[in-house]
């Protein structure tokens, strides 16, 4: 089955994308995969398999494959006669801005290219945090309360020591930082606002038990990963994030009653929707007092969650045959006509 | 002052696109035009200033006109020898999916084109009603409460007669009905269903005072338009709000006093936010028992809502003066060369 990961994009997170992708290499080896990178420029290369290694793009020796321009339905790569055109879904592997914030899905859709990967809502939900916690509270899904300070404005916080504070829009940690005094306050807001525009303060809260489901919905039917309790030391800075999404080896499942495990899916269910249709996300869930919060969404996850199904190929292979049809709609003139009729002319 | 206005679509708003465009041609013509028209299948074209009239598009003339394809920073034009680049500042003007979902957005952010028009966070918060709500509520604008129906899903609405059937996602009053009586409930269902896969039930309140505000910030400011009650029947009907859009002359400002417009000017700032930097958006407000209520966010309002300013061209200008500077991250490589490090290769 064909199948092009697209990866790298304007974003933090950039380089997390290209450990993605090598990982995704041989996790989807059964895939005629294509690897498309989009450089932070905006600028796409074919990627030959065999350069599929990081130092291909630290070291610039990306610049001499292929380019490639997107077109109608595909990609084209331009050659000294003629032209050569890909047409394959895509997956969107584009950590952060570009991939998670709008910008892929609506060049994807404009350019009616299938991928899997969150659509414009389901992006602009998932990518600030802010907005999130609205989704979540309409529907019905526990979050923790936060407050919201933007650059250049008051830096008051009510909330309790020891709190966290994050940049709105960046996922794997960047900008992060536990607030246990008054006087770390400002060291902490300086480094989240070097990434974002705006900053969300959380309670932290001590030991707190995480859980992490992922899942899709196909055929009609949600299918759901194990649930992982991730490891943590204090919460995962970057580095050990980073490390993080090369992970491939399938981890252990968490110590929860079935119960549980079902309450879990049916918290992850209610925000999938619809709106997530297409994507395979993963949700990180808190317990606090037995009831279960939502912590993020992550619609395209550090080498998308591979690790947390037990056969990673059939979950893409059901994906791509239930992808979201593209907006069709048929334009008739119809009203330029009556309006016309009407004017006479 | 150079500008490109983008129209047409993939959009059920199609055709009052093109009557937008050709009502802003003349608004604005102390500017140095250029007509980019967006046909259904996003193939676009260059439309010469002289044939900016329905007929250019409701008799397929327009596929005479040269083609454009989108480039870094402009559009270009292939020729038999070479190729010509636009370069210049877009006006999106295409109203409904495609200009209002973030499907444009997402393609001009993409192709690092400045442009007038909702970013993808504000397209996605007002194209549909229901995240519009989730916006207004959690900024502390109050907004009808509604109920949500979804496709093949219940038809039991609570909310009691009359009330409003609205397609989610739709503005210009397409697949809209007003209910007074359990028998035409199915009906504007069905109706209503035919354009999205989810409708919203709101009341319906007999002789609501409605008042549209347009708007934007620049230079760090907010500026507004005169405050307008609109003529209405008993609701704009679609065919009613076509004539609408190619609305040029000023209207009538609305009989309120200044605290009055004070108050609407300061829900119009708080939904603006910083969300739809960039925008010259119309607000939709209803004034109930003294409250004001947000209708809805028109992110490209029919003609850019021109007949609301007394200089829609300085408004423009303004505008064009201080758009959103895009996304500029620079990937330096070090965590790809302190993982390669720490792995000894």
């Known amino acids: ?70 077109t109608r339905g595909g990609f084209i790569r331009k050659k000294r006669f003629g032209s050569e055109t890909l047409q394959m879904p895509v997956l969107n592997l584009i950590h952060g801005s570009d991939g998670e914030d709008g910008t892929i899905a609506g060049l994807l859709d404009f350019y009616n290219i299938a991928y899997i990967g969150p659509r414009r809502d389901a992006s602009v939900f998932s990518f600030d945090k802010r907005y999130t916690k609205y989704l979540a509270k309409a529907l019905g899904v526990k979050v923790l309360d936060c407050e919201v300070l933007h650059k250049g404005g008051s830096r008051d916080v009510s909330t309790p020591f020891p709190f966290i504070v994050k940049p709105s829009r960046l996922g794997s940690s960047i900008g992060v930082s536990i607030v246990r005094h008054a006087d770390a306050l400002d060291y902490a807001l300086d480094v989240a606002f070097e990434f974002d525009e705006s900053v969300i303060i959380e309670p932290f809260i001590e030991g707190v038990k995480e859980y992490n489901l992922a899942g899709f919905r196909a055929q009609g039917a949600m299918h759901y990963s194990i649930v992982e309790e991730p490891q943590k030391s204090e919460f995962l800075d970057f580095d050990k994030k980073y490390l993080d ?20 899916q049916e918290n992850f269910a209610t925000i999938y929707g619809s709106m997530f249709q297409g994507a395979l996300i993963r949700c990180d869930f808190f317990l606090i007092d037995g009831e279960i919060y939502l912590n993020e969404i992550n619609p395209i996850p550090g080498s998308m969650a591979n690790y947390l199904f037990n056969d990673f190929s059939k979950a893409i292979t059901q994906l791509l045959g239930d992808l979201p049809p593209g907006n069709k709609i048929h334009v008739n003139y119809q009203y330029i006509h009556t309006i016309s009729a009407a004017k006479g002319k």
């Open 1 to 70: 089955m064909k199948l092009a990961i697209l990866f790298g994009g304007q974003s933090f997170e950039h380089e997390i994308s290209i450990v993605s992708a090598t990982t995704l290499k041989e996790k989807l080896s059964d895939f005629e995969l294509t690897f498309i990178f989009c450089d932070q420029d905006h600028t796409l290369y074919w990627i030959d398999a065999t350069k599929m290694k990081a130092q291909t793009f630290s070291s610039g020796a990306y610049t001499k494959e292929p380019l490639l321009e997107v």
């Open 245 to 264: 999404f090369s992970r491939s080896a399938t981890v252990n499942e968490a110590d929860l009653d079935a119960s549980s495990v079902r309450a879990l």
